[in-house]
């Protein structure tokens, strides 16, 4: 036997394929199917591993917004609920009486006797809040001189308002400060200030003498204040051209009546009683009222400058 045919034998023996198809033996193939199997295995678990991470990323974070969301969602409501609105008592009186009829006529023959029909109606943009009235009286006596009278009458009223304050608060602070100004005029002598009962729920009469070019006039201030509206009620007299100088009691006395006269008719003017106490519950208007605006504390309450003063 020749040594091709003896070698050819020898490759059937151990089951070697022809030379141009030995990658693909049985021998050498079997090996390289196991590796081929184990990367296809592997190739394959490698999306599933991926699936299944994403797949847990999803939920976590599918939790994670949703409690980001629900904790955004209770801070905007927490943030956006709307705040109790402040509120403020609401001021007793809604009304003013008409200024030039708050004194009878009575009290206007004895305050100013030649002058009770010579009412002149203080301007105001707002007759509910701001109001005045005025009279003068001028009683000649020929070669005596003469009497002169000069009366005047403001009523302010203060609503609640929620930054001022209620407007009783308003009020007592607009009292203290009329007050002060009545005790401090300038060029006023023996001044004196006291309190004043039974008018309103305050009062004070300020009197003083003041040295005028037309004579020496005798000056009556009296402030009262009835729950939210303050009165000022100025009255002075003086002799002109040589008649006598007026009795100053006898003017503060005047004075002081005609003001309780005057917060009177305030208290009926909003269903009162005629004292100045509180209206009944029917008249009163509602704790829950919004607050209007309020009438400005910062100007002066007198419908005119009184004949004594500046």
């Known amino acids: 036997m020749s040594e091709g045919t003896m070698q050819r034998a020898a490759q059937r023996e151990v089951g070697v394929p022809p030379t141009p198809f030995r990658q693909w033996g049985s021998a050498q193939s079997a090996p390289r199917a196991k590796r081929l199997n184990r990367v296809l295995v592997g190739a394959a678990a490698v999306p ?3 699936l299944a991470a994403a797949c847990s990323s999803s939920d976590s974070g599918s939790g ?3 409690g980001a969301q629900q904790t955004a969602t209770a801070g905007a409501q927490g943030s956006t609920s709307p705040s109790a609105s402040p509120t403020v008592q609401a001021a007793a009186y809604a009304e003013l009486p008409e200024a030039c009829r708050v004194l009878s006529d009575k009290t206007l023959g004895d305050l100013v006797p030649k002058g009770a029909k010579s009412a002149k109606q203080g301007s105001s943009s707002d007759l509910s809040t701001r109001a005045g009235c005025s009279w003068s009286s001028l009683d000649n006596n020929g070669v005596k001189g003469s009497q002169f009278r000069w009366l005047n009458v403001s009523l302010l009223r203060f609503e609640s308002d929620a930054s001022r304050g209620t407007g009783e608060k308003q009020a007592q602070e607009f009292y203290q400060r009329q007050v002060d ?3 401090s005029v300038p060029d006023a002598k023996n001044t004196k200030a006291e309190p004043l009962s039974g008018t309103g729920d305050e009062a ?8 005028k070019k037309e004579g020496a006039f005798k000056q009556q201030t009296v402030v009262a204040r009835v729950e939210n509206v303050v009165v000022t009620l100025d009255y002075n007299g003086a002799g002109l051209a040589g008649d006598s100088t007026p009795d100053a009691d006898g003017l503060v006395k005047s004075a002081e009546k005609a003001a309780k006269e005057a917060v009177t008719a305030v208290a009926k003017a909003n269903g009162a009683a005629g004292d100045g106490s509180a209206p009944s519950a029917s008249s009163s208007p509602s704790a829950t009222k919004s607050p209007g605006k309020p009438a400005s504390p910062s100007a002066s309450a007198s419908a005119s400058e009184p004949a004594a003063k500046g």
């Open 48 to 50: 599933m591993v991926f």
């Open 181 to 183: 100004d009545a005790r």
């Open 64 to 66: 994670s917004g949703d």
């Open 204 to 211: 004070t009469v300020v009197r003083y003498d003041l040295k």
